[in-house]
T-cell receptor, first 112, second 117 residues
Framework: GESVGLHLPTLSVQEGDNSIINCAYSNSASDYFIWYKQESGKGPQFIIDIRSNMDKRQGQRVTVLLNKTVKHLSLQIAATQPGDSAVYFC???????????FGSGTKLNVKP | GAVVSQHPSRVICKSGTSVKIECRSLDFQATTMFWYRQFPKQSLMLMAT?????????EQGVEKDKFLINHASLTLSTLTVTSAHPEDSSFYIC?????????????FGPGTRLTVT
């Protein structure tokens, strides 16, 4: 399968600070990337996505950056809140969207 | 909208028995469903891709005779773990892709915790 990995397994931030979660992928043919949030004992929840023809996309309090040159993806969370505490995964899929491959995950701990 | 359910949410079974897990798309039709397995503190590993009315496509290393997948309708896919062993204990998650969706977004179920004793 494809290889999607993360640099940091655990990230601790203070409430109100900005968080940056990183992800590296190996398949240069990947066309579509998604960030998911997973709370303990639950299924992943969609956060934001980005196509390979973009390098930045913004949502509510979240921004995804894509650097195709170095095959790197990041998720930025502004003004991190305790409710943001979870494990975050990036996932990638090639152009036909037939398979989604997940990175190893980063646990975000938000300290009050 | 875009709700996916799984049943059961938790199941405990004895070694050697079989367990069936259901995945349903409640408010949309899903031509494609995916089954994942997740071990504690690990990522989701894609097991197979299930297309309605056809045989599932299994990832390398996943035994198709052990993990039987049936996608009989546009709203239901089932995963049967046959002759379960303790090493099959895991969190099984399904996802479904809305066939009307323009992009590859998938909607996840809440997962099923399988414990084999």
């Amino acid at each position: 399968g494809e290889s999607v990995g993360l640099h940091l397994p655990t990230l601790s931030v203070q409430e109100g600070d900005n968080s940056i979660i990183n992800c590296a992928y190996s398949n240069s043919a990947s066309d579509y990337f998604i960030w998911y949030k997973q709370e303990s004992g639950k299924g992943p929840q969609f956060i934001i996505d980005i196509r390979s023809n973009m390098d930045k996309r913004q949502g509510q309090r979240v921004t995804v950056l894509l650097n195709k040159t170095v095959k790197h993806l990041s998720l930025q969370i502004a003004a991190t809140q305790p409710g943001d505490s979870a494990v975050y995964f990036c996932a990638e899929t090639p152009y036909n969207f037939n398979k989604f491959y997940f990175g190893s995950g980063t646990k975000l701990n938000v300290k009050p | 909208g875009a709700v996916v359910s799984q049943h059961p949410s938790r199941v405990i079974c004895k070694s050697g028995t079989s367990v069936k897990i259901e995945c349903r798309s409640l408010d949309f039709q899903a031509t494609t469903m995916f089954w994942y397995r997740q071990f504690p503190k690990q990522s989701l590993m894609l097991m197979a891709t299930s297309n309605e009315g056809s045989k599932a496509t299994y990832e390398q290393g996943v035994e198709k005779d052990k993990f039987l997948i049936n996608h009989a309708s546009l709203t239901l896919s089932t995963l049967t773990v046959t002759s379960a062993h303790p090493e099959d204990s895991s969190f099984y998650i399904c996802s479904a892709r809305d066939h009307l969706a323009g992009v590859g977004e998938q909607y996840f179920g809440p997962g099923t915790r399988l414990t084999v004793t």
